[in-house]
């Protein structure tokens, strides 16, 4: 019932982790996938590395999904302080729903800590209102989490989720960037729907068409 999809990462890495295995289904059923990085956290890289590291890992990293380049928007706001221009992401926002008109979209969970990932999920859910939308779930921020709906996948979704993840090597030493967790995750979410894998989700809109 979808035909396009639109994933919104706060920073750089966040739709792979927290939707890449239905990205690489999606992209495998001919959807139209559309991913929104809203900052490179250039504030954050480490001083031995370029600035526009993630930048340039962000885009290896969708196309291994299999997301065409012209498909990818990044935007440059500043790490940790996305809540300052909530107004600002809120206009893109709007202008990216009248450019593509999705019918589905991926947001981080309203329950996220993290500041970065709770403004683009608040002023997604604003901008995106009349869509379906669900909320992708990032474990080490979230302390509440409703599965509510899940996307079976299969091995080699996982794989590809995986491979496009380790293009990500400035964020390699993370605890959570090991490809033992991202198998054990997507199997633990399996389990709970009696299938190999996958990934949940809360959802916020669901509209029948």
């Given at each position: 019932?979808?035909?396009?999809?639109?994933?919104?990462?706060?920073?750089?890495?966040?739709?792979?982790?927290?939707?890449?295995?239905?990205?690489?289904?999606?992209?495998?059923?001919?959807?139209?996938?559309?991913?929104?990085a809203f900052?490179?956290?250039?504030?954050s890289v480490?001083?031995?590395?370029?600035?526009?590291?993630?930048?340039?890992?962000?885009?290896?990293?969708?196309?291994?999904?299999?997301?065409?380049?012209?498909?990818?928007?990044?935007?440059?706001?500043?790490?940790?302080?996305?809540?300052?221009?909530?107004?600002?992401?809120?206009?893109?926002?709007?202008?990216?729903?009248?450019?593509?008109?999705?019918?589905?979209?991926?947001?981080?969970?309203?329950?996220?800590?993290?500041?970065?990932?709770?403004?683009?999920?608040?002023?997604?859910?604003?901008?995106?209102?009349?869509?379906?939308?669900?909320?992708?779930?990032?474990?080490?921020?979230?302390?509440?989490?409703?599965?509510?709906?899940?996307?079976?996948?299969?091995?080699?979704?996982?794989?590809?989720?995986?491979?496009?993840?380790?293009?990500?090597?400035?964020?390699?030493?993370?605890?959570?960037?090991?490809?033992?967790?991202?198998?054990?995750?997507?199997?633990?979410?399996?389990?709970?729907?009696?299938?190999?894998?996958?990934?949940?989700?809360?959802?916020?809109?669901?509209?029948?068409?």
């Amino acid at each position: 019932m979808f035909e396009r999809i639109l994933v919104l990462a706060p920073h750089t890495d966040d739709g792979e982790f927290g939707c890449g295995g239905s990205i690489v289904k999606f992209l495998e059923e001919e959807k139209e996938v559309y991913y929104v990085a809203f900052s490179t956290a250039e504030e954050s890289v480490p001083p031995d590395m370029p600035k526009n590291i993630l930048e340039v890992e962000v885009k290896e990293a969708v196309k291994r999904l299999g997301i065409p380049a012209s498909n990818l928007m990044i935007y440059r706001f500043k790490v940790r302080k996305l809540n300052y221009v909530r107004q600002e992401i809120l206009e893109e926002l709007v202008k990216i729903k009248n450019e593509i008109r999705p019918d589905l979209v991926f947001i981080p969970s309203p329950n996220d800590l993290h500041q970065d990932h709770y403004t683009v999920a608040k002023e997604g859910m604003r901008a995106f209102k009349q869509c379906s939308i669900l909320a992708y779930e990032i474990p080490w921020n979230n302390i509440t989490f409703h599965t509510q709906s899940f996307i079976k996948l299969e091995r080699k979704h996982i794989e590809k989720k995986i491979n496009a993840l380790k293009a990500y090597k400035s964020q390699r030493d993370r605890f959570y960037a090991t490809p033992e967790f991202i198998w054990s995750w997507a199997k633990t979410r399996g389990v709970q729907i009696g299938a190999e894998y996958a990934e949940t989700f809360e959802v916020i809109r669901w509209v029948i068409k």
